[in-house]
């Protein structure tokens, strides 16, 4: 986004916000008055028509006519946060217009992912002839054609990317196929089913919204349009929760209102995620539609247990894999990072390519090895659509899916890693500039230490949450004396500084956590990156900055140089330089 000082004036002014936060505003896109009322204001009201959604009318007109004819519904899902919220969203919206329902989530371990000929052979076995699948099934050609042969109705409801074929069954909702001109494609799993709700006319489905929230921000969906509109509602909704699944989780996981983006990521999401990762899904959507306390407790506990379990899982499977990546050859992650282990859990190593990518700043794979078979997860950096490069190797798998930032595969044999690994580097050696392959920590504009006040945090709550799409504002300082240095926690490996500015009272703390290394560089000026926010330890309330990065101004050496100390090799300013937002005063 190119820089507007009057664009960001215009804002300011219209809006009676600050110039600083109208940058914030404008470098996210919302670059005129009504766009930005909209995004600060989003709501009830910004929820589009589910109708606009393709073969949403058949998908309602199929079930609505087997709920008149009383026959039984199966609900099909997924194992993850998205899938068990989405399957908890249909099976609560199914019961409260008098269908019989039930629910099938398939096991990671012995299915796989997605639909699969094996379990809709089972469900058939149960007497179920309709199924709808949430959060899967818009690659299932092969098994739709098997539903099919069994007489069975598959309605599928999903958000993950076509395949160059899309399943022929009687309705498929998914806003990112390619004939559906609704516009917004950023809905998760449970949004669309949430949609199917709203369209379905079902009693009390706003309801629904803090299940809806809860999926939507665990999937990491970015948090604008739709889905801003939903967890705007959503997080007050999941505070105030009367939901005894969902208030045995806050007990188990530490959450108390107000509930935020940030409880629902770290905490409540990986307690609910667990459960796929490590055995059966199942019992998750179980937690979420339960009326019994008591049994909602001991489920919340359970996933609490296998959280932990995951948690030790992990931290084993990534020490071996990082280990694996140094000894690799240049080449061979020069630009993408594929890694592979026998007996790797393959309910974790999702987890672990994430934080391969963040130690790398590669797209990276991790596979588990299995006898033959090889299966496993990518993450990827965003200028590195992970399932486009898939599609060019997609002759290696026997299944695979995801989207730009994530996927899932399957591969033929363990034998193909090899090519697998080589394919993929000349995709990346084509795709990808040197700069790609750099973190970059993207700066809102800079600011001088008086302009950081309670006023301006205000403002800057108005846009949360934050999340995918909306990331939480960073600002930076420039030339600030360091006052006082020191290290605290209780292995000592943070880093606190006092900062003194320009002007009257132009001093503040600044936190910076396991930044604690870089304190023997700290001279006596400095340059930060930061985002605002209040300390609330110990009942108290005082604004302070969260340090992203910091920078000496003279270099030990003396020359002059700026010296980056935190992690972060390189800093993008996006806020026009030549205006200086702090000057403009609000009329």
């Known amino acids: 986004m190119l820089p507007d000082p009057a664009g960001c004036w215009a804002l300011a002014r219209t809006l009676n916000i600050s110039p600083v936060t109208a ?80 629910f099938y989530i398939p096991n990671r371990f012995s299915e796989g992912y997605g639909l699969n000929v094996g379990a809709l052979e089972e469900i058939h076995a149960r007497g179920y002839d309709f199924v709808i699948s949430v959060d899967t099934g818009v690659t299932a050609v092969k098994e739709a054609l098997a539903a099919k042969a069994m007489g069975m109705t598959l309605v599928v409801s999903d958000h993950h990317e076509p395949g160059p074929e899309l399943p022929d069954v009687p309705a498929l909702i998914n806003p990112k196929r390619p004939d559906c001109t609704y516009p917004f494609k950023g809905l998760s799993g449970v949004g669309v089913a949430f949609k199917l709700a709203l369209a379905l006319e079902v009693p009390g489905a706003w309801d629904l919204i803090d299940i809806v929230t809860l999926g939507t921000i665990a999937d990491m969906v970015p948090l604008v349009g739709e889905n801003r509109a939903i967890v705007r509602e959503g997080l007050a909704a999941l505070g105030n929760t009367r939901r005894p699944g969902l208030r045995a989780l806050m007990e188990v996981a530490g959450v108390k209102p107000p509930v935020t983006a940030t409880h629902i990521g770290y905490s409540l999401g990986p307690r609910l995620n667990a459960l796929g990762r490590m055995g059966s899904a199942m019992l998750g959507v179980e937690l979420l539609c339960t009326e019994d306390s008591e049994r909602a407790m001991t489920l919340a506990r359970h996933l609490d247990e296998e959280n932990k379990s995951r948690q030790e899982v992990e931290a084993g499977i990534l020490e071996e894999a990082l280990r694996q990546a140094e ?58 659509h992970m399932h486009r490069a898939l599609l060019q190797v997609s002759d290696l798998f026997s299944k695979f899916g995801g989207h730009a930032a994530a996927a899932g595969m399957t591969l033929k044999s363990k034998d193909d890693i090899a090519q697998l690994r080589r394919r993929l580097n000349e995709i990346g050696r084509a795709w990808l500039k040197p700069e790609d392959l750099v973190p970059e920590l993207r700066i809102d504009t800079t600011v ?111 020359s002059g140089m700026p010296v980056n100390l935190a992690p972060v090799p390189q800093v993008t300013v996006e806020a026009c330089r030549s205006w200086d937002p702090l000057n403009a005063r609000r009329t």
């Not at 766009?35 to 204001?41: C, G, M």
């Not at 058949?58 to 609505?64: E, G, K």
């Not at 630009?335 to 190593?349: D, S, T, Y």
């Not at 403002?459 to 939480?472: F, S, V, Y």
């Open 23 to 102: 940058q914030v505003l404008y470098n996210r896109g919302l670059t005129t008055p009504e766009a930005a009322h909209a995004f600060l204001t989003a709501g009830r009201e910004q929820i589009l028509d589910p109708f606009r959604l393709k073969d949403m009318d058949r998908a309602v007109a199929v079930i609505r006519r087997r709920i008149a004819q009383g026959g039984p519904i199966m609900v099909y899902g997924d194992y993850d946060v998205d899938g068990v919220t989405g399957t908890t969203i249909l099976v609560l919206a199914l019961r409260a217009l008098g269908a019989q329902v039930d």
């Open 327 to 384: 000894s690799q050859p240049p080449d061979q992650k020069e630009f993408v990072m594929v890694l592979a282990g026998e007996g790797w859990h393959h309910g974790v190593v999702g987890i672990c390519a994430s934080r391969v990518l963040e130690s790398y700043h590669r797209p990276s794979i991790l596979l588990s090895i299995d006898g033959e078979e090889a299966r496993g997860s990518a993450r990827s950096i965003p200028a590195f």
């Open 448 to 558: 001088t230490l008086d302009q950081v006040n309670h006023d301006l945090l205000m403002e800057l709550q108005r846009l949360e949450p934050h999340g995918i799409g909306n990331p939480q504002p960073v600002f930076a300082v420039s030339d600030v004396v360091v006052a006082d240095s020191r290290t605290i926690g209780k292995e000592a490996n943070h880093l606190k500084l006092l900062l003194r500015g320009k002007g009257p009272g132009a001093i503040m703390d600044a936190v910076g956590w396991s930044l604690a290394p870089a304190k023997p560089a700290i001279t006596s000026r400095v340059q930060v990156a930061f985002h605002p926010e209040y300390d609330t330890y110990q009942s108290r309330n005082q604004l302070r900055l969260t340090m992203r990065d910091v920078q000496v101004i003279a270099s030990p050496d003396g």
